[in-house]
């Protein structure tokens, strides 16, 4: 069991990690921050650059934090919020499947994010050889509630109008 969510936690916390390194520094083929926060600003996240250096850092770490197993519930809490936020406000729009540009990739990667708060890293993880056990329904169940508030308060803040309207002219 611990190899399985060893390999899990790595396919899952490194293809976030590497996202947040497309939004950060334009890896692997990304826009870097001043793209992502272009695109962003598109979705009504302002200012756009302070959202996707967040979003960033987050996938960054939190997808870090994943692969290592290191103090688990906060890397999921932080990932189910990324995952929430892009399946909403870019994803949703195109349906489930994701080659039509839609929510599955965000939700099976939130999904065994929200797995591994339940179930814990396992003994090869950093949490273990530190002697940190936050794992169970409680603790899965915590991870779950932040990540959801912590997804929906940047959704419920985005101004979904332009950026900028200029006045008409006479």
Same mark, same amino acid.
């Given at each position: 069991m611990?190899v399985?969510?060893?390999i899990l936690?790595?396919?899952?916390g490194?293809?976030?990690?590497a996202?947040?390194?497309?939004?950060? /520094?334009?890896w /692997?083929?990304g826009?870097?921050?001043?793209?992502?926060g272009?695109?962003l600003e598109q979705?009504?996240?302002?200012?756009?650059?302070r959202?996707a250096?967040?979003?960033g %850092? !987050?996938e @960054?770490?939190?997808?870090l934090f994943?692969? !290592?197993?290191?103090l688990?519930p906060a =890397?999921?809490?932080?990932? @189910?919020? @990324?995952m929430l @936020?892009?399946?909403?406000?870019v994803? %949703?729009?195109?349906? /489930? /499947?994701a080659?039509s540009?839609?929510?599955e990739?965000?939700?099976?990667?939130g999904?065994a =994010?929200?797995?591994?708060g339940f179930?814990?890293?396992g003994?090869l993880s950093?949490?273990?050889a530190?002697?940190?056990?936050l794992s169970?329904? %409680?603790?899965g169940?915590? !991870?779950l509630?932040?990540?959801?508030?912590g997804?929906?308060v940047p959704l419920?803040a985005r101004?979904t109008?332009p950026?900028?309207t200029a006045?008409?002219a =006479?």
């Amino acid at each position: 069991m611990s190899v399985g969510l060893l390999i899990l936690r790595l396919v899952v916390g490194l293809s976030l990690a590497a996202h947040g390194a497309q939004k950060l /520094f334009g890896w /692997f083929g990304g826009y870097g921050i001043a793209g992502t926060g272009q695109f962003l600003e598109q979705l009504g996240f302002r200012p756009g650059r302070r959202h996707a250096t967040q979003a960033g %850092i !987050a996938e @960054v770490v939190g997808g870090l934090f994943l692969a !290592a197993g290191f103090l688990t519930p906060a =890397a999921v809490a932080t990932l @189910v919020a @990324v995952m929430l @936020v892009a399946a909403v406000s870019v994803h %949703i729009k195109s349906g /489930f /499947f994701a080659q039509s540009g839609g929510y599955e990739y965000t939700l099976v990667l939130g999904g065994a =994010a929200v797995a591994l708060g339940f179930t814990g890293p396992g003994a090869l993880s950093l949490d273990r050889a530190l002697g940190i056990s936050l794992s169970g329904e %409680i603790w899965g169940l915590a !991870a779950l509630a932040a990540g959801l508030i912590g997804g929906a308060v940047p959704l419920l803040a985005r101004k979904t109008a332009p950026a900028s309207t200029a006045p008409n002219a =006479a």
